[in-house]
């Protein structure tokens, strides 16, 4: 199945992952299941708000900016997923933003946590590779396609 963007939305996914080969692992599955859409991978929680900083600029100016949906890991250095949640929920910009946590955590306190810091999903990343790349197929077709994300007015 392939999976496609419409014409009129965004179309970047921004992969916040410091490993390397969880990474790699997500942009193969993505390539796997034909997702057309630029992955931006910011390797640690400060990159990810800066990159974000930068779209939500280019976006005020009609440029194309902020990703159709942000895949977090908890786990990143500098600063942890959980606060860059937290700063993207408070940004106006970036308020609405779609983001998925996408982390190896089996801690129901770091699923409630999330949550209430405003994610919109929760997903464990499957050990094995043909589990992680149909969960990765699915975020695509659910996010990427079926999902109707808000008008760039509430932003």
Known sequence: MMITTMPDRRSTILLVEDNPDDELLAVRALKKHHVANEVVVARDGVAALA?????????????PGL???????????????????ERIRKDAATRTLPVVILTSSREEQDIAETYRLGANSFIRKPVDFDQFSESIRQLGLYWLVLNEPPPDTLR
């Open 67 to 85: 990703p159709q949906v942000v895949l977090l890991d908890l786990k990143l250095p500098k600063l942890d997923g959980r606060e860059v949640l």
């Open 51 to 63: 990159y974000l900083a930068a779209a939500g600029e280019r976006a005020a100016r009609g440029e």
